[in-house]
């Protein structure tokens, strides 16, 4: 999962069961911006530290699924009204690996991804796809609603990412952007990753024990048949 505009301070330490999270605070100290990435911990991939960045904020891990190459995962957060500069920052970042996968609110505008009007950002990401031979993966309907109106602005940038992949925006969470889910075709088994693990909570183990009523004593047969006989129908 990768997230965008966290608030997080470089102190700030979030934790989910099963899960590693990965942080990357604001360089410019606006505490509403920031980057992240949630994980499977059982999934093999180890954090990598960003080149020095001039225009957008990132997270980045390379992740090592079983029988795929490494794929460079990006977190990716540009501010509105930034200098379309920003794809220098691209340059740096897919230098890292062959195969990466930036994706997150770019707030680049462009027709060829279902916007009504293209902004300075989303041409000079179309050109820099375009000259990098990088693909623009976006979904069909809107993933930001404003007062100023509705436009696609979440969306993903791959490199070499050969891997059939589909995007759709989910109606979700109370805010201005809807999440963006990835549907990515690798042919690998999900199972592999779905292992969950439990923690036996012995405290509370104990205490039903102490608070159980007693077991029932099983009476053996003949005395059970005795009591029978003895019984009285009216």
């Known amino acids: 999962m990768l997230i965008q505009e966290t608030h997080l301070r470089a102190a700030d330490k979030c934790y989910f069961p099963n899960y590693t999270f990965y942080s990357t605070s ?25 080149p020095y960045l001039y225009y957008v904020e ?3 891990l390379m992740v090592n699924y079983n029988d795929l190459p490494p794929i460079n995962f990006i977190s990716v957060y540009n501010p509105p009204n930034n200098s379309c500069q920003f794809t220098m920052d691209f340059e740096s970042l897919i ?3 062959t195969i990466t996968f930036i994706a997150g609110d770019l707030n680049a505008k462009h027709r060829h991804w279902n916007c009504a009007r293209a902004n300075n950002l989303g041409n000079q990401l179309n050109n820099f796809a375009i000259h990098a031979k990088m693909r623009i993966i976006a979904p069909d ?6 007062r100023f109106g509705e436009s696609v602005i979440d969306l993903a940038i791959t490199r070499n990412f050969n891997y059939p992949t589909t995007a759709e925006s989910l109606v979700e969470l109370g805010s201005d952007h809807l999440p963006v889910r990835f549907h990515v075709e690798t042919g690998t088994n999900p199972s592999l990753y779905d292992k969950q693990k439990f923690t036996p909570n012995w405290k509370k183990y104990q205490e039903y024990l102490l608070l159980a009523p007693p077991p029932l004593q099983h009476e053996k047969g003949n005395r059970i048949g005795s009591r029978i006989n003895n019984c009285s129908f009216n």
């Open 26 to 50: 604001s360089r410019t100290g606006y505490r509403m911006r920031g980057t992240g990435i949630i994980i499977k911990s059982n999934i093999p991939h180890y954090p990598i530290s960003n």
């Open 141 to 146: 309907h809107p993933t930001c609603y404003t």
């Open 95 to 97: 230098a890292y690996n």
């Open 58 to 60: 990132a997270t980045m």
